[in-house]
């Protein structure tokens, strides 16, 4: 069974997503990247996982937390999972290029497909896909839209050489 709460977040609501015991989704509201199996959801903003995911984000987005604890479960090809756990070893207050973000999952030449799986990441903020930056320093795109990346960088005390996506 699949669960969901809404959590109120400072650039907008956010849809997180877990089975019994792990998280495994987190949605900006009015976003492309909702999976289309969320009518079969149930809403359950008492469930553990949940409510221990909201707790974290809120300390996050206050300053007070610069890493997460919380059991995560994410399915993908075999390339987005190696891309999805390079992302997630990315430390707060740091950043890597698409195409470092490549090498590092095992495929160098594959920087638009590392992009795109970027894009794809189901536990956004859980993996901090925000902290992955064009090669020259540009903010890239992401699933939550730029004005989202931009508030989760300056949150780590990050600035990107370019402000605005080419």
Not at 44 to 59: F, G, M, N, S
């Amino acid at each position: 069974m699949t669960s969901y709460s809404i959590l109120k977040a400072p650039k907008g609501d956010l849809i997180l997503v877990a089975n019994p015991s792990e998280l495994t989704g987190l949605y900006f509201v009015d976003c492309d990247h909702i999976p289309a199996a969320r009518s079969g959801w149930t809403l359950d903003p008492k469930h553990p996982v949940l409510r221990q995911a909201a707790q974290q984000l809120h300390e996050y987005f206050e300053g007070k937390r610069t890493s997460f604890s919380l059991p995560l479960h994410f399915d993908g090809t075999d390339f987005q999972e190696r891309v999805w756990q390079e992302i997630a070893r990315v430390p707060f207050g740091q950043t890597i290029s698409y195409s470092e973000l490549a090498r590092r999952a095992g495929n160098p030449q594959a920087i638009r497909a590392a992009g795109t799986n970027t894009g794809r990441n189901p536990l956004a903020i859980f993996i901090p896909c925000h902290r992955i930056l064009a090669k020259d320093g540009g903010i890239g795109g992401f699933a939550g839209g730029l004005e989202w990346k931009r508030y989760l960088l300056k949150l780590e005390n990050i600035q990107p050489l370019m402000e605005t996506n080419k």
